[in-house]
């Protein structure tokens, strides 16, 4: 991204979050970190991930929240879900590949109790 492309996502930022937005005019050193850090960055994913912070969070947010990783369509939740229910499987695949144990074990442990 350039300087032109930052300083409007930024101000987009600001517009959503009036209360919360630091003063980049003021205090132009907070500028620098988010030029340098985003100037690496894509611009298109910024901004979707500008627009799903604005949608789902009620702080300004920080470079990290622009900067990160497109989460593909699987929430947290769903992840959850998928794994309780594959070790639900597994649990009923071993149920169903036990096998009783050796007559010759359970005669020793027979003999052990009398």
């Not at 101000?11 to 620098?32: D, I, V």
């Not at 300004?60 to 879900?81: Q, V, Y």
């Amino acid at each position: 991204m350039d300087r032109q492309q930052i300083t409007l996502l930024l101000t987009k930022a600001a517009a959503a979050y009036p209360n919360s937005a630091p003063n980049f005019r003021q205090s132009p050193h907070l500028f620098q970190p988010w030029l340098e850090m985003l100037a690496i960055f894509d611009g298109e994913t910024a901004l979707r991930n500008l627009h799903r912070h604005i949608s789902s969070s009620t702080f300004f947010p920080t470079i990290a929240d622009i900067m990160r990783a497109e989460p593909d369509s699987t929430t947290h939740g769903e992840l959850l879900l998928l794994e309780a229910s594959e070790r639900l499987d597994q649990l009923d695949q071993w149920e169903r590949d036990a096998v009783d144990p050796p007559k010759e074990l359970l005669q020793r442990k027979r003999g052990a109790k009398e």
